[in-house]
């Protein structure tokens, strides 16, 4: 599966829309891109996940680059529980395999 | 409806002991992962179970790690003569099918501390 790329950290005012980026360069044409969050003392959450289209649905929207190197996840208005470690992974599309968690990009939404 | 639980939510063991981890997936989900994250990292991956049957266990550290899934719903990951470096959070994960389109359900996992 191909290396993903995130930043360790960003912040997001609540209310404002956050776009997390991910860069995936070395995708492969039958690889998905993924979307967990981890919030604190929980288990991880699936958000969304996409092949080339964008895509949205109730918790946030996917935009994938035409060449599909990057994509960014966008939560439309952040709150302040969607303070998180947010996880972009790729995955070919196959039997099913485990989840490979890079560092993630530690979201804080600001009050 | 009932998401993946595990149990106990926090374990504390002498270095030395056995423990055993328990975890209740979704009804009905064919697949089943078990991940260990240690502190301030992403949860790596143990071992995968298709109903009772484990075909991946090339995440275990060590033949200290064995992990069960009998009658292909309750799943069990023992750690025998546990070390202080097998402290860390322990998740489960069940899917729904058996390709990876499917989402992965996580319980909150089970914290384990080796003193």
């Known amino acids: 599966d191909a290396k993903t790329t995130q930043p360790t950290s960003m912040d997001c005012a609540e209310g404002r829309a956050a776009n997390l980026p991910c860069n995936h360069s070395?995708?492969?044409?039958?690889?998905?891109v993924y979307w967990y969050r981890q919030i604190h003392s929980q288990g991880p959450q699936y958000i969304i996940h996409?092949?080339?289209n964008n895509e949205t649905n109730e918790m946030a929207s996917l935009i994938i680059t035409e060449d599909r190197k990057s994509s960014t996840l966008i939560l439309p208005h952040a709150t302040l529980r969607d303070t998180a470690v947010y996880y972009c992974?790729?995955?070919?599309?196959?039997?099913?395999?485990?989840?490979?968690f890079g560092s993630g990009t530690q979201l804080t939404v600001l009050p | 409806g009932a998401g993946v639980s595990q149990s106990p939510r926090y374990k504390v063991a002498k270095r030395g002991q056995d423990v055993a981890l328990r975890c209740d997936p979704i009804?009905?989900?064919?697949?089943l992962f078990w991940y260990q994250q240690a502190l301030g990292q992403g949860p790596e991956f143990l071992t995968y179970?298709?109903?009772?049957?484990?075909?991946?266990k090339s995440g275990l550290p060590s033949d200290r790690f064995f992990a069960e899934r009998p009658e292909g719903s309750v799943s069990t990951l023992k750690i025998q003569r546990t070390q202080q470096e097998d402290s860390a959070v322990y998740l489960c994960?069940?899917?729904?099918?058996?390709?990876?389109?499917?989402?992965?359900?996580f319980g909150p996992g089970t914290r384990l501390t080796v003193t």
């Open positions: 009804s009905g989900h064919v697949s």
């Open positions: 996409g092949l080339k």
């Open positions: 992974i790729v995955m070919g599309w196959g039997s099913a395999r485990q989840l490979t």
């Open positions: 070395t995708i492969s044409g039958n690889e998905y």
């Open positions: 994960a069940s899917s729904p099918g058996r390709n990876s389109l499917h989402e992965q359900y």
């Open positions: 179970f298709q109903n009772e049957a484990q075909l991946d």
